[in-house]
């Protein structure tokens, strides 16, 4: 079968999936409107098929000019850029696809769904918005929208199950594809008899590394007093992309608080590390921490349950859900640094616990996070679609 992927951009989190795809046998296509500058393309190389000369002017004038001080500004494209028209349509024709996969509710998916709608391929909208979720709004900008959208939705984040929420007829859960990469008997632990704490994101302000490396220091305030025997040696290792001004400047700001606070020693400050160097990172570390909060949906703790790693992650996580509390690893208040400080310490101090719960992070990923899964769902949406029942 022919499968074609059409997004923003061509992310980390999509590797797996290709690879379950090819290594089928099915012929896989993505096309991306721009390109990250740190990517895995081992398996599928994008066409980066970019914006309309038109978006393009919008675009500098927008994010450059209007908006040149917000650092948020360069999303504006994911919603609203759209494509080079004639170019898209003789990519999605030329190739034929059994089922097409588009990100977001966005100009560039809309214009892409009315191709595919009219030469009758069968199209799934692939997006972040929980599974349990509030009715559609009315106004006539989101009719227009929903109207210019597929059907079928799937969603990695499953939501919170409260008054005002439901799961929709065609929405289903497709959780993020990790394929198990380090059995908990096949890797060691603690080198130099110290905890290695990893936190990978880019250099963001929500990202919370100031608020991490401010828990981190409780630690070692308490290591010096009655409970430090519990503890025993810390380091801590940021890796994340600073590519863009914004990036940059808060990385500094990063470097600064650890010389500041005498740190050097304990934490290294990586970045734009390359996707085929990441598993010595995951191989040295012995917890993962993601403090970041306004996050939609990461699959960074599922690698790192990947790898045997328990993870200490914000409840306000999209996905949250893929760490279970107490057994995979620990979540912690959003936002809630005193919070991140106990389970810091509730994690580092009991390095049985830890193997334990790295242990079941593995075991979680082989048995909830596997591609098979992936592929029946999307099978599935793609038979209701063919059968006429949506």
């Given at each position: 079968?022919?499968?074609?992927?059409?997004?923003?951009?061509?992310?980390?989190?999509?590797?797996?999936?290709?690879k379950g795809l090819t290594?089928?046998?099915?012929?896989?296509?993505?096309?991306?409107?721009?390109?990250?500058?740190?990517?895995?393309?081992?398996?599928?190389?994008?066409?980066?098929?970019?914006?309309?000369?038109?978006?393009?002017?919008?675009?500098?004038?927008?994010?450059?000019?209007?908006?040149?001080?917000?650092?948020?500004?360069?999303?504006?494209?994911?919603?609203?850029?759209?494509?080079?028209?004639?170019?898209?349509?003789?990519?999605?024709?030329?190739?034929?696809?059994?089922?097409?996969?588009?990100?977001?509710?966005?100009?560039?998916?809309?214009?892409?769904?009315?191709?595919?709608?009219?030469?009758?391929?069968?199209?799934?909208?692939?997006?972040?918005?929980?599974?349990?979720?509030?009715?559609?709004?009315?106004?006539?900008?989101?009719?227009?929208?929903?109207?210019?959208?597929?059907?079928?939705?799937?969603?990695?984040?499953?939501?919170?199950?409260?008054?005002?929420?439901?799961?929709?007829?065609?929405?289903?859960?497709?959780?993020?594809?990790?394929?198990?990469?380090?059995?908990?008997?096949?890797?060691?632990?603690?080198?130099?008899?110290?905890?290695?704490?990893?936190?990978?994101?880019?250099?963001?302000?929500?990202?919370?590394?100031?608020?991490?490396?401010?828990?981190?220091?409780?630690?070692?305030?308490?290591?010096?007093?009655?409970?430090?025997?519990?503890?025993?040696?810390?380091?801590?290792?940021?890796?994340?992309e600073a590519t863009n001004?914004?990036?940059?400047?808060?990385?500094?700001?990063?470097?600064?608080?650890?010389?500041?606070?005498?740190?050097?020693?304990?934490?290294?400050?990586?970045?734009?590390?390359?996707?085929?160097?990441?598993?010595?990172?995951?191989?040295?570390?012995?917890?993962?921490?993601?403090?970041?909060?306004?996050?939609?949906?990461?699959?960074?703790?599922?690698?790192?349950?990947?790898?045997?790693?328990?993870?200490?992650?914000?409840?306000?996580?999209?996905?949250?859900?893929?760490?279970?509390?107490?057994?995979?690893?620990?979540?912690?208040?959003?936002?809630d640094q005193a919070d991140?400080?106990?389970?810091?310490?509730?994690?580092?101090?009991?390095?049985?616990?830890?193997?334990?719960?790295?242990?079941?992070?593995?075991?979680?990923?082989?048995?909830?996070?596997?591609?098979?899964?992936?592929?029946?769902?999307?099978?599935?949406?793609?038979?209701?679609?063919?059968?006429?029942?949506?």
């Amino acid at each position: 079968m022919k499968f074609l992927y059409i997004a923003p951009r061509y992310h980390t989190n999509q590797t797996d999936i290709m690879k379950g795809l090819t290594s089928h046998g099915h012929e896989v296509r993505f096309i991306s409107h721009y390109a990250a500058l740190i990517e895995d393309y081992s398996c599928v190389t994008p066409i980066v098929l970019g914006y309309s000369k038109l978006y393009e002017l919008i675009d500098f004038l927008y994010v450059k000019v209007i908006h040149r001080k917000d650092p948020e500004a360069i999303v504006f494209k994911i919603q609203h850029g759209f494509p080079p028209m004639r170019k898209l349509k003789k990519l999605i024709c030329e190739f034929a696809p059994d089922l097409v996969i588009l990100r977001e509710r966005s100009m560039y998916s809309m214009a892409a769904y009315l191709v595919c709608k009219r030469k009758g391929y069968p199209c799934i909208l692939y997006n972040q918005n929980p599974l349990w979720s509030e009715p559609f709004k009315k106004d006539i900008v989101h009719r227009a929208v929903n109207l210019l959208s597929p059907k079928m939705r799937m969603t990695p984040v499953v939501g919170e199950k409260k008054p005002g929420t439901a799961i929709r007829e065609n929405d289903y859960f497709v959780p993020f594809v990790v394929n198990p990469q380090r059995a908990p008997q096949e890797r060691s632990y603690f080198e130099d008899d110290t905890v290695h704490i990893l936190c990978i994101g880019k250099y963001e302000i929500r990202k919370h590394h100031l608020m991490l490396l401010a828990a981190v220091e409780k630690l070692l305030e308490k290591r010096s007093g009655e409970t430090g025997g519990q503890i025993g040696g810390i380091r801590v290792t940021l890796v994340g992309e600073a590519t863009n001004r914004f990036q940059k400047d808060y990385c500094e700001q990063v470097r600064q608080y650890v010389t500041e606070h005498r740190m050097e020693n304990i934490v290294t400050v990586k970045t734009n590390v390359p996707r085929s160097e990441m598993e010595s990172e995951y191989l040295a570390a012995d917890v993962y921490v993601i403090p970041s909060t306004r996050e939609m949906a990461s699959v960074s703790q599922l690698e790192a349950m990947s790898y045997s790693l328990p993870v200490i992650c914000s409840d306000k996580n999209g996905t949250a859900c893929y760490v279970e509390d107490g057994v995979t690893g620990y979540l912690f208040g959003d936002c809630d640094q005193a919070d991140l400080e106990q389970k810091l310490f509730a994690m580092v101090s009991d390095r049985d616990g830890m193997k334990r719960m790295g242990a079941a992070g593995y075991h979680a990923v082989v048995e909830k996070y596997n591609f098979d899964r992936y592929y029946e769902t999307i099978m599935e949406m793609r038979e209701r679609q063919l059968c006429g029942k949506n």
